[in-house]
């Protein structure tokens, strides 16, 4: 899912994997009524060193997000949040916000940090606003976030009830950071190279490390005039029909609705439109829109997924008048994710939310890949919840993501995506 937290707030809210289906630690944690397990009853978490640092010219890559990616000017307040092993970008980045007279905050963290932060702090304090993360909104222009968490399982055993009160104590600050048109821009996007997330793509990890320099390294003004190609025929469209082999079969409406995109520049237009127009997440390479309320039947299956590491086979979501109206799934991970589920009192969790288009030329996931992600040209991607940064008007700070490679969309009764291949 799609929400940011600023990590100098991480005294009191934390960045939580509920990204349902996919695993990725990109949520808040939450918290309620039971009793925080001691920190020695949960593994053990280590912040290995990314063996990828060295792939691509770390100045350059700073000065590049710094300048067009977060289009950061004089006077504007920078902070920039990452895992301790990526130091040297980090000041980097920093250094390079200081060259053009904005102010930056660096702010580290680890993933020890973020599981006692956890587990350590008793659930009484769950529902606490996050006084830091409110003050803050009101301070920063610029918020850079290195997702680079290294332990796909560190909040296993967290339970489903405090994660569902931390996560809605964290919306009144995602609020106020999109109310306040923070513009944000996250280095990962769901492929910073770790050893675990390169074995589920089917790739050894240096493989995956260069994939993901290489797809930070795309010509961001080719990427844009591809977007806005894309983006053009998207918002010409207005009837949605999404299939695929493993029994997808998904129709909804877009008509009238906005369509934005992660190409790696912020322009003036974008910082005049504010909302999920000033964020991006590089690797860059999307464009998205969300379904007209009240749209979308039919169903979606998601072959394969992950929650905390564990395998879920054959996710089937049924969608009736852009609800989820019915869930089945299978393996080891299916229960926990659906506890979790299950736990979050608020309807804004079932509707149908986004959809997402991966347009990057530089990714490509092996072939056969049964386990998908954002960016790659003619990937697809649905969701239900939060979707402000997709242009929608839900921010429940949770989503239900399912990444669909191999799939098949039309526009109106034309080819749009055609197994796996953008038409365009």
Same mark, same amino acid.
């Given at each position: 899912?799609?929400?940011?937290?600023?990590?100098?707030?991480?005294?009191v809210?934390?960045?939580?994997?509920?990204?349902?289906?996919?695993?990725?630690p990109t949520a808040?944690? *939450?918290?309620?009524?039971?009793?925080?397990?001691?920190?020695?009853?949960?593994?053990a978490a280590?912040?290995?060193?990314?063996s990828s640092?060295?792939?691509?010219?770390?100045?350059?890559?700073?000065?590049?997000v710094?300048?067009?990616s977060a289009a950061?000017?004089?006077g504007?307040v920078?902070?920039i949040?990452?895992?301790?092993?990526?130091?040297?970008?980090?000041?980097?980045?920093?250094v390079?916000?200081r060259?053009l007279g904005?102010?930056?905050?660096?702010?580290?963290?680890?993933?020890r940090?973020?599981?006692?932060?956890?587990?350590?702090?008793?659930?009484e304090y769950d529902?606490q606003?996050?006084?830091?993360?409110?003050?803050?909104?009101?301070?920063?222009?610029?918020?850079?976030?290195?997702g680079?968490?290294?332990?796909?399982?560190?909040f296993?055993?967290?339970?489903?009830a405090?994660?569902?009160?931390r996560?809605?104590?964290?919306?009144?600050?995602?609020?106020a950071?999109t109310?306040?048109?923070?513009?944000?821009?996250?280095l990962?996007?769901g492929l910073?190279?770790t050893?675990?997330?390169a074995?589920?793509l089917?790739?050894s990890?240096?493989?995956l490390?260069?994939?993901?320099?290489?797809g930070?390294? /795309?010509?961001?003004?080719?990427?844009?005039?591809?977007?806005?190609?894309?983006?053009k025929?998207l918002?010409?469209g207005k009837?949605?029909? /999404?299939?695929?082999?493993? $029994?997808?079969d998904l129709?909804?409406?877009?008509?009238?609705r906005?369509?934005l995109?992660?190409?790696?520049?912020?322009?003036? %237009?974008?910082i005049?439109?504010?909302?999920?127009?000033?964020q991006?997440?590089?690797?860059a390479?999307?464009?998205?829109?969300?379904?007209v309320?009240?749209?979308?039947?039919?169903k979606?299956?998601?072959?394969r997924?992950?929650?905390r590491?564990?395998?879920?086979?054959?996710?089937?979501?049924?969608? *009736? $008048?852009?609800?989820?109206?019915?869930?089945?799934g299978?393996?080891p991970g299916?229960?926990?994710?659906k506890a979790?589920?299950? %736990?979050?009192?608020d309807?804004?969790?079932?509707?149908?939310g986004f959809i997402?288009f991966?347009?990057?030329?530089n990714?490509?996931?092996?072939?056969?890949a049964?386990v998908?992600?954002?960016v790659?040209?003619?990937? /697809?991607?649905?969701?239900?919840?939060?979707?402000t940064w997709?242009g929608g008007?839900?921010?429940?700070?949770y989503s239900?993501?399912?990444?669909l490679?191999g799939?098949?969309?039309?526009?109106d009764?034309k080819?749009? /995506?055609?197994?796996?291949?953008?038409?365009?």
């Amino acid at each position: 899912m799609r929400h940011h937290i600023p990590a100098a707030a991480l005294a009191v809210a934390i960045v939580f994997a509920l990204s349902a289906c996919q695993g990725e630690p990109t949520a808040p944690a *939450a918290t309620a009524d039971a009793a925080a397990p001691a920190a020695d009853a949960a593994p053990a978490a280590t912040d290995a060193p990314a063996s990828s640092a060295a792939r691509t010219d770390l100045d350059q890559l700073a000065a590049r997000v710094v300048s067009q990616s977060a289009a950061i000017k004089e006077g504007d307040v920078v902070l920039i949040s990452g895992r301790t092993h990526d130091a040297e970008l980090m000041e980097n980045l920093a250094v390079e916000a200081r060259k053009l007279g904005a102010f930056p905050l660096v702010s580290y963290n680890s993933d020890r940090l973020s599981k006692r932060l956890f587990f350590d702090v008793p659930a009484e304090y769950d529902s606490q606003q996050d006084a830091l993360g409110m003050a803050l909104a009101d301070v920063v222009d610029v918020n850079i976030e290195l997702g680079n968490t290294t332990t796909e399982n560190l909040f296993e055993g967290a339970d489903p009830a405090r994660v569902a009160a931390r996560n809605k104590a964290f919306e009144p600050m995602q609020q106020a950071f999109t109310r306040n048109n923070v513009r944000f821009i996250e280095l990962g996007n769901g492929l910073y190279p770790t050893a675990w997330r390169a074995e589920r793509l089917g790739m050894s990890e240096d493989a995956l490390a260069d994939l993901f320099w290489k797809g930070v390294n /795309v010509d961001y003004a080719q990427l844009q005039a591809r977007a806005d190609e894309v983006g053009k025929a998207l918002s010409a469209g207005k009837e949605v029909h /999404v299939t695929h082999a493993n $029994g997808t079969d998904l129709t909804f409406s877009i008509a009238g609705r906005p369509v934005l995109s992660s190409d790696g520049m912020l322009s003036e %237009a974008d910082i005049a439109r504010g909302g999920g127009a000033v964020q991006q997440y590089l690797p860059a390479g999307e464009v998205y829109t969300t379904p007209v309320p009240g749209s979308g039947d039919g169903k979606l299956v998601q072959t394969r997924g992950y929650f905390r590491g564990q395998q879920i086979d054959n996710l089937t979501l049924s969608f *009736a $008048g852009g609800q989820l109206t019915g869930m089945t799934g299978s393996g080891p991970g299916y229960a926990g994710f659906k506890a979790e589920y299950d %736990a979050i009192d608020d309807a804004r969790k079932s509707a149908l939310g986004f959809i997402d288009f991966g347009i990057n030329p530089n990714i490509a996931l092996p072939e056969g890949a049964s386990v998908g992600t954002w960016v790659p040209a003619g990937s /697809v991607t649905i969701g239900t919840g939060g979707n402000t940064w997709a242009g929608g008007d839900s921010a429940i700070p949770y989503s239900l993501t399912v990444h669909l490679p191999g799939s098949t969309v039309t526009v109106d009764g034309k080819p749009f /995506v055609e197994q796996g291949a953008l038409k365009l």
